[in-house]
């Protein structure tokens, strides 16, 4: 009895410990079945993330073909490219891309880390990049995470951005999957790039940063999930019934009913709408989540005060250079449910928050 209260007494205080950071988002990778025994592409895998945050973030979704020039910043000495890949972007207040997916199946996942530091001395002079555009870049040029995970380890860049919402700071930190599991969490400590790889890297939230994030969670495995698991809408909370119940449903090959499963995890580790706590004012509300099938190359979004989720095929948007950009306006989805992508418009390019 003594060791049944002294570890509900650990349990409690390391809840109390997390609830009072509650930041925002939460990413978790379902992997399903192949049936038809082709390359490991085939296999069904989708990427499920929540984006919370305590007052509504206007985000909707652009489509950009390949083959067009873009810049890191607005100052002189900025990172410049040519697009290789075609992609949809969710963009934040029309001015910063949250997250995407490109035409092979890359992912990249932007959510909040308040210990990230982006910069130091060593990297003051390397040419400038906006947080704005930092997944777009990744997404525009690289097939897949070795190839991201290459990049990043150069580290030629200097990455800066605009506050918003009345003055937060983009403290972030990214997962990165691509259509064959392989995945890695970025993560800048003090100006120094730090990259952990792994395959079908299953779970990640917010702070802590994630080699403690790994410890706080095997320490939930050791105890198991079937009978007891953390019920906070802290970070670590989040990430341990995240990982634990991904690794614990029905492995698919049926897209229909993977994204089922996965969305049915992201539920549990969702923040309740309008969901406040008195005196903490950054529990964040969980204000859409969206699906990325790698495999189908369907780009799902659920806003949660929508009564249904509607997706864009990326197979069929004519991403050849020189196709224009596409939008939808997420403002006008209150109707829409299953494939939307002929919904999408011609539109301008978003104007980056640099």
């Known amino acids: 009895m003594k060791r049944i209260f002294s570890l509900l007494f650990l349990i409690g205080l390391m809840s109390l410990g997390g609830a009072s950071k509650a930041e925002a988002c939460s ?25 919370d945050w ?11 073909p390949r083959g067009m020039k873009k810049k890191g910043n607005v100052q002189a000495n900025s990172v410049e490219w040519t697009s290789k890949y075609g992609a949809v972007y969710a963009v934040g207040y029309d001015g910063g891309v949250t997250e995407g997916m490109n035409e092979k199946g890359l992912v990249v996942n ?3 880390c308040k210990d990230a530091v982006y910069d130091n001395e060593l990297t003051n002079n390397s040419p400038h990049m906006s947080l704005a555009v930092f997944v777009a870049w990744l997404l525009d040029m690289n097939a897949t995470t070795p190839e991201v995970v290459s990049v990043l380890k150069e580290h030629n860049f200097n990455i800066s951005g605009a506050t918003f919402d009345g003055g937060t700071v983009s403290t972030l930190h990214w997962g990165i999957t691509d259509a064959e599991g392989r995945s890695a969490i970025l993560e800048f400590d003090h100006g120094e790039v730090k990259v952990y790889e792994g395959q079908d890297m299953p779970a990640m939230t917010n702070d802590p940063q994630y ?13 198991g999930g079937v009978h007891m698991l953390p019920g906070t ?6 990430f341990v019934r995240g990982y634990f119940f991904d690794k614990h449903v029905e492995k698919t090959d049926n897209a229909d009913l993977g994204l089922s499963i996965i969305r049915s995890i992201l539920f549990n580790v969702s923040v309740p709408y309008t969901y406040v706590i008195e005196g903490e004012p950054n529990v964040s509300s969980t204000q859409w989540r969206s699906f990325a099938n790698l495999r189908d190359r369907r780009y799902y979004f659920d806003i949660v005060t929508n009564p ?38 011609k539109h301008a390019p978003f104007t980056p928050m640099f």
């Open 54 to 64: 305590r007052t509504p973030i206007p985000t909707n979704l652009y489509v950009y």
């Open 27 to 51: 990413r978790i990778l379902y992997v399903g079945a192949d049936s038809t025994g082709t390359p490991n592409s085939e296999v069904l895998r989708i990427v499920g993330r929540s984006l």
């Open 233 to 238: 809408v802290s970070s670590p909370d989040r």
């Open 211 to 223: 080699p403690s994030m790994t410890a706080i969670n095997q320490y939930w495995e050791k105890i």
């Open 308 to 345: 249904g989720i509607f997706y864009i095929d990326l197979n069929k948007c004519d991403l050849r250079p020189g196709a224009p950009v596409l939008k939808l306006d997420t403002s006008k989805s209150q109707t829409f449910m299953g494939d939307v992508t002929d919904k999408l418009v």
């Open 110 to 112: 932007g959510l909040f």
